[in-house]
């Protein structure tokens, strides 16, 4: 007799075939009622629940990816792979939620230009299909822009990371927001003083410190008004003024440094600046605005964080400063 002990699932050793046959029927269709005999997970009894029996805020799937068209400024239409995260609120009595039916509700829409009212659509869709009270999706994906040199004429494509957010509560209100990253160039006053002051004391050539900075902005619409992705870009450039660039020549390198040296800005003026220009925009409802400038005199990062100060919305309640380094 042979020692070896028998295998489930392959041949032993000694030749013994395994327990149990696998194979993958290619040929296999599944029929209307065969479909209808697969076992649910959504059927199972009450006492079926693991763990307390209290709902869940949100369930559902995230960064499941799509090719989506979205609209510029000018019109013209955009393909753009988009990462998606779309959830649920689930009721305490329910096992779960059948979540590919989230996927399939956004497919049923993929080839249509995705908009913040065909958010709405979707969430309104997939809300009837699982049964639920409230419900959220978020489409994250990089947004180009043609941006010209500073002195050469020269273009080149700026990329921005834009995520469009849909919520819909369980109060039927739908909302609206979005969140824009913007990366600048942030020269230090302080240091900028004190190299001229070396200059002008001592004849001491130095160079004031600055860095690559980012500006994360989260805002919510206003009810029946759109801000475009340009526009929100457009803020940030007026507020800042020193993007960082894409395309240079000598001319727009030495352009860069004057430019700096026009506009130097702590963190606290970068937040300040910014809070001015779009809480002139009434098409913004409500903004929450982070900055991290990631220095090159420290080994930390300095960092602010400012809100609109509407009542019941967003606060400065951010702490992510990590996503901010660029």
């Given at each position: 007799m042979s020692n070896k002990k028998p295998?489930?699932?392959?041949?032993?050793?000694?030749?013994?075939?395994p327990r149990i046959k696998r194979g993958y029927d290619s040929a296999f269709r599944a029929s209307k009622a065969y479909r209808a005999s697969l076992p649910d997970m959504m059927d199972?009894?009450?006492?079926?629940?693991?763990?307390?029996?209290?709902p869940i805020q949100q369930v559902g799937v995230s960064n499941f990816k799509l090719p989506l068209k979205y609209r510029t400024k000018k019109g013209d239409i955009l393909t753009l792979e988009t990462s998606i995260t779309g959830t649920v609120s689930l009721e305490a009595e329910l096992k779960g939620i059948n979540m590919s039916r989230i996927v399939r509700s956004f497919y049923d829409h993929k080839d249509q230009v995705f908009t913040g009212e065909r958010m709405g659509t979707i969430l309104r869709a997939y809300l009837r299909k699982v049964d639920s009270k409230a419900a959220r999706l978020k489409v994250s994906f990089s947004y180009p822009v043609l941006q010209e040199s500073l002195r050469s004429g020269l273009h080149g494509y700026q990329y921005y990371d834009v995520s469009f957010e849909g919520v819909m509560t369980?109060?039927?209100?739908?909302?609206?927001?979005?969140?824009?990253?913007?990366?600048?160039?942030?020269?230090?006053?302080c240091s900028a003083e004190l190299s001229e002051h070396a200059r002008d004391t001592r004849g001491v050539y130095s160079v004031p410190h600055s860095q690559r900075s980012k500006a994360r902005i989260i805002l919510e619409e206003a009810a029946g008004r759109k801000i475009w992705i340009e526009d929100v870009r457009a803020h940030c450039i007026r507020a800042l003024s020193t993007e960082t660039q894409v395309m240079v020549k000598r001319e727009d390198e030495q352009a860069f440094a004057e430019l700096n040296g026009a506009h130097l800005k702590f963190v606290e003026d970068a937040a300040r600046l910014l809070y001015r220009e779009f809480d002139g925009d009434r098409r913004i409802k409500d903004f929450q605005i982070a900055c991290a400038h990631l220095e090159s005199l420290h080994s930390h990062d300095a960092v602010s964080v400012i809100c609109k100060g509407v009542k019941g919305g967003f606060t400065a309640d951010f702490q992510d400063f990590r996503s901010l380094v660029c």
């Open positions: 295998m489930y699932l392959h041949r032993s050793a000694d030749g013994q075939p199972v009894a009450h006492d079926a629940l693991l763990g307390a029996n209290v369980s109060d039927g209100e739908y909302r609206r927001y979005i969140d824009f990253d913007f990366v600048y160039s942030s020269a230090c006053p």
